[in-house]
């Protein structure tokens, strides 16, 4: 049976590879972003634009587009990243980055709590620069601040939605080659796509709540 999956900043990226391959396997996609693309398009997802994730209006347009429709996995995928060192930085870009990375998918999770029925999935899409045990290089103070603040919210969610019966997973995809890291990386996105839905597919309530690169290895907080 075709599972139903929701797919945050879904029209590009690591959101796109992941709806992709969604709709390849089968499953019903609800592709959630502010303006859709071509590609998105070119699916036959249920593509929900003009969703500002940083807004209870925004978030609210997705919610009523949803009414009860129950939600098999939910990918809280969208995100921004800004480069901010020491000597240049930019407060008003640590927060921008706070609020899209960090308080959007905890508004989200929350505003989707009535579609998560028991045996359902939430996925937040973090980073390994969230870490504060593997950072060696220090910079980006907005970045890491902000995926190290959604690990936080991770760890909470696990606990608060396991007597509801829903699993969450903590996901680093690797360094993935896309607009938003300038085309840097080792990895592009349908590899880190495929990756991702195999954890995914794998987690269970007893793993729920874990920081994992999407190649399976356990991450340090």
């Not at 900043?9 to 396997?25: E, F, K, P, S, V």
Request: with cysteine; charged share 20%; proline share 5%.
């Amino acid at each position: 049976m075709a599972k139903k999956t929701l797919v945050t900043g879904a029209n590009r990226g690591i959101g796109l590879a992941l709806c992709q391959l969604l709709r390849q396997r089968g499953d019903e996609v609800v592709a959630v972003c502010r303006t859709s693309s071509p590609e998105l398009d070119r699916l036959g997802a249920d593509v929900v634009t003009g969703v500002d994730v940083t807004s209870d209006e925004g978030v609210a347009r997705l919610t009523r587009h949803l009414g009860k429709k129950p939600l098999d996995l939910v990918i809280l995928n969208a995100g921004i990243l800004r480069d901010s060192g020491l000597d240049d930085l930019d407060l008003g870009d640590v927060s921008e980055q706070l609020a899209v990375n960090a308080v959007a998918p905890l508004r989200l999770a929350h505003a989707l709590l009535p579609n998560l029925h028991r045996g359902a999935k939430l996925a937040l899409i973090t980073s390994r620069m969230g870490s504060i045990g593997d950072n060696g290089s220090g910079g980006y103070y907005g970045y890491r601040m902000s995926k190290a603040a959604l690990n936080a919210a991770g760890m909470s969610l696990a606990i608060d939605l396991k007597p509801r019966g829903v699993a969450v997973s903590i996901l680093h995809p690797g360094p993935v080659r896309t607009g938003m890291t300038g085309g840097h990386g080792t990895v592009d996105p349908p590899d880190a796509a495929r990756n991702l839905l195999a954890r995914l597919d794998e987690l269970t309530l007893e793993t729920s709540g874990q920081f994992r690169h999407a190649n399976g290895e356990q991450l340090p907080w």
